[in-house]
């Protein structure tokens, strides 16, 4: 069993900062995880999940939507089976839910559907 579990979110300021946290856990998945590529995506009502970020499994590689280059920093600390999304100069446009997933292959992809686990979300929310 898997688990990806999302910490984070809340309300904020147009402008404002917050930082996302995504803690994996599974007996198996454990031993893995400094395997696995770590994304994040979004979603917001009424339109469809778009990729936000992704890190490869040393963190020498990332990937970000145009939308959040210069803003979101995705990182990762490998000891302790976490992965953060620091969100700055937030926009009320980021408003979402946003989910971690984990992919166990080794390529950066910012296609969902290449992503084995997710996480429930947590729910960000920038005021104008």
């Known amino acids: 069993q898997v688990q990806l579990v999302e910490s984070g979110g809340g309300l904020v300021q147009a402008g404002g900062s917050l930082r996302l946290s995504c803690a994996a856990s599974g007996r198996t998945f454990s031993s893995s995880f400094s395997s696995s590529v770590m994304g994040w995506f979004r979603q917001a009502p009424g339109k469809e999940r778009e990729f936000v970020a992704a890190?490869?499994?040393?963190?020498?590689?990332?990937n970000y939507a145009d939308s959040v280059k210069g803003r979101f920093t995705i990182s990762r600390d490998n000891a302790k089976n976490l992965v953060y999304l620091q969100m700055n100069s937030l926009k009320p446009e980021d408003t979402a839910v946003y989910y971690c997933?984990?992919?166990?292959?080794?390529?950066?992809?910012?296609?969902?559907?290449?992503?084995?686990?997710w996480g429930q979300g947590t729910q960000v929310t920038v005021s104008s």
């Open positions: 890190i490869s499994w040393s963190g020498s590689v990332t």
């Open positions: 997933a984990a992919r166990q292959r080794r390529l950066v992809v910012t296609a969902g559907r290449e992503y084995d686990y």
